[in-house]
T-cell receptor, first 109, second 114 residues
Framework: DAKTTQPNSMESNEEEPVHLPCNHS???????IHWYRQLPSQGPEYVIH???SNVNNRMASLAIAEDRKSSTLILHRATLRDAAVYYC??????????FGTGTRLKVLA | EAQVTQNPRYLITVTGKKLTVTCSQN?????MSWYRQDPGLGLRQIYY???????DKGDVPEGYKVSRKEKRNFPLILESPSPNQTSLYFC?????????????FGPGTRLTVL
């Protein structure tokens, strides 16, 4: 099963961009890359997903490496409300989801 | 409001006393799943269900049972809970089982087994 690895924690200043990396070197050709975030005392919530091309939505952007072995979630202007644990996960095609341990993002005012 | 609900939200129990954590979704989703979250280990999938009467094991199924008799409900059953099942549990659902479907998570159930 494909697994993901992420840094345990990152810090960012408010109003600055944040790049959250994820490595998934054993990704298969049909795996989609999904990102979720978990705010304090809440369940995870969907952020963005992609397969091969970079993706943008109102929350964030997803940059996917050409070989698909890594991806980066980009928050263009971090706010205090973006402080959360961010999870990178792959859909394995057998309906199993494998989450990494996530990156705890701290946003400094 | 579209949502995934879990009950109870908090539960303290003793070793060996059977318990059930309920999960219900009102979005007519086909796929449902249970996760546990432990410090340093992230989210780990326990069981999932692709549709009514179709379930399969995730990464950490030992000590748990599930059933999917109705599309909206996916209860998690601990027949004989042990202290190592103390954890934060999340139920999730998604419209289907393609790689593009996103999961909607419930608010979580914090379980303590003494």
């Amino acid at each position: 099963d494909a697994k993901t690895t992420q840094p345990n924690s990152m810090e960012s200043n408010e109003e600055e961009p944040v790049h959250l990396p994820c490595n998934h070197s054993t990704i298969s050709g049909t795996d989609y890359i999904h990102w979720y975030r978990q705010l304090p005392s809440q369940g995870p919530e969907y952020v963005i997903h992609g397969l091969t091309s970079n993706v943008n939505n109102r929350m964030a952007s997803l940059a996917i490496a050409e070989d698909r072995k890594s991806s980066t979630l980009i928050l263009h202007r971090a706010t205090l409300r973006d402080a959360a644990v961010y999870y990178c996960t792959l859909s394995s095609g057998t309906y199993k989801y494998i989450f990494g341990t996530g990156t705890r993002l701290k946003v400094l005012a | 409001e579209a949502q995934v609900t879990q009950n109870p939200r908090y539960l303290i129990t003793v070793t060996g006393k059977k318990l059930t954590v309920t999960c219900s979704q009102n979005m007519n989703h086909e796929y449902m799943s249970w996760y546990r979250q432990d410090p340093g280990l992230g989210l780990r999938q326990i069981y999932y269900s692709m549709n009514v009467e179709v379930t399969d094991k995730g990464d950490v199924p030992e000590g748990y049972k599930v059933s999917r008799k109705e599309k909206r409900n996916f209860p998690l059953i601990l027949e004989s809970p042990s202290p190592n099942q103390t954890s934060l549990y999340f139920c999730a659902s998604s419209p289907g089982t393609s790689g593009t479907d996103t999961q909607y998570f419930g608010p979580g159930t914090r379980l303590t087994v003494l």
